[in-house]
């Protein structure tokens, strides 16, 4: 069983890959890989080890699913009063290769200040205010991909791994920051700039055709629920670091502070104009596909994880390669497959007492498994996030932007390499 779930798991895979040729929704497909995989793994494991491993790893997953749930209802709601409006309206700009850049940067650091997977929903609600054509679109996504992974991996608050390594005390607010910012920068920039080679021309934006036709909320009102909702977005991870709680409990207590304004603001207006621009008609337009596919992909991943797939396959890479810098290499482009969650887990709990905090391995696996994951669309939050929302084809993003992103995180982990062997260390 322990290699047929390996078969299965690649099938499945393929079959996600090929959610267009095949003509089947990609959220039906990991459902079922899920099941399955978790059916082969009851055939070797006693019942009761069997669902302490799932309801741990159900746990841990649950938390993603309401940060995402809250994170896009509240990124709806304020799309829904014209809120981001305050941003497009400040973006002249119709020239493809500016707003690329301008897109670019402002989801490298905000990134930083949020996390990754935050940043993407925000932006690509943004590109929807600035972009009429979803090909077009589709190009600006990716890029937003590989900016919000390059920096969410320089924060220690940027991403869920990054965040592992800091809880745990692998790694320090000031120095991952200045060991690994100019390594995530490059793995943003050389892909923008390769990108932009190859566009032309200017954008057609659509939401002036959609100004004409009045707004549903006045000015004051779009005002405070924009900045009102921004800045809860931002206070999320304040409020873990001064409670200690998960990120998903800071989203929820964002979210009720807003559903609470939102519904006192309108509580004068009619049902059918509350349903529009409330949290209890808003929540009915969030994209439920998407929120199962994180489910089942996370879920057949945790099965290979409690199987011990994952824990071998760490300790392969130790034995057989050895080197710590090609180690983090490869760790970055498994990510890009399997989830970099339990793959960072593995790592820090074999090295877990051989090298101490700040220790250019624990730096490095930081930068690899943030980045590594934009090399394909499912290999990070924040990739499955934008191709839900936008409906991005996985074979379309490996054409046009996968070798972009690849060549950009070989070229920021050649850069670690030689800051830390020539600056660093000197």
């Keep these: ?3 047929l779930m390996i078969v299965v798991f690649v099938i499945g895979y393929t079959a996600i890959a090929l959610e267009h040729p095949l003509r089947v929704n990609k ?7 899920a099941v399955a995989m978790w059916f082969l793994f009851t055939i070797a494991r ?13 746990g841990e997953i649950s938390g993603i699913l309401f940060f995402l749930l809250g994170a896009m209802t509240i990124i709806e709601l304020i799309d829904s009063h014209e809120g981001f409006r305050i941003i497009t309206d400040r973006i002249k700009t119709t020239n493809k290769v500016k707003l690329l850049w301008v897109i670019s940067i402002i989801s490298f650091f905000l990134s930083a200040v949020l996390d990754n997977l935050t940043t993407a929903i925000v932006m690509v609600a943004l590109l929807r205010k600035l972009i009429g054509d979803k090909k077009e679109r ?49 793995s943003m920039v050389i892909p923008l700039l390769l990108i932009s080679i190859t566009m032309k021309g200017d954008i057609q934006r659509p939401y002036k055709a959609m100004a004409d036709q009045g707004n549903p909320t006045t000015p004051l009102q779009r005002n405070i629920v924009f900045f009102l909702g921004t800045g809860l977005l931002l206070f999320v991870p304040v409020f873990k670091a001064l409670t200690g709680l998960p990120p998903y409990m800071g989203i929820l207590l964002a979210l009720g502070i807003l559903w609470v304004v939102t519904e006192i603001m309108h509580k004068s207006k009619n049902d059918e104009y509350r349903s529009r621009v409330t949290v209890a008609g808003v929540v009915r337009r969030i994209d439920t596909p998407i929120v199962l596919f994180f489910l089942g992909i996370l879920l057949a991943v945790a099965a290979l994880d409690s199987a011990g797939h994952l824990e071998l396959l760490a300790a392969s890479l130790d034995q057989y390669v050895g080197n710590l810098y090609i180690i983090n290499v490869i760790i970055g482009l498994l990510s890009s497959i399997v989830d970099n969650v339990p793959l960072v887990a593995g790592a820090m709990g074999m090295y877990q007492n051989t090298f101490p905090p700040d220790h250019y391995f624990w730096e490095m696996l930081a930068y690899c498994a943030g980045t590594g994951g934009s090399i394909l669309i499912i290999g ?9 929302m936008e409906k991005i084809d996985f074979i379309w993003y490996l054409k046009n932007i996968s070798l972009w992103a690849l060549i950009g995180y070989l070229a920021g982990s050649l850069a670690y390499w030689g800051l830390s062997v020539v600056v660093f260390t000197a």
């Design 27 to 33: 959220s039906a497909t990991a459902l079922l890989l």
């Design 380 to 388: 990070s939050a924040a990739g499955v996030a934008v191709m839900g």
């Design 1 to 3: 069983m322990f290699y």
């Design 46 to 58: 006693p019942e009761k080890l069997l669902n302490q491993a799932l309801l741990h790893h159900l």
């Design 138 to 186: 589709w190009f600006f996504a990716g890029m937003v991909i590989i900016a919000a992974n390059s920096g969410g991996a320089f924060s220690p608050i940027g991403d869920v791994t990054t965040i592992m390594l800091w809880i745990a005390g692998h790694v320090t607010t000031v120095n991952i920051i200045v060991k690994t910012v100019l390594p995530s920068a490059l």
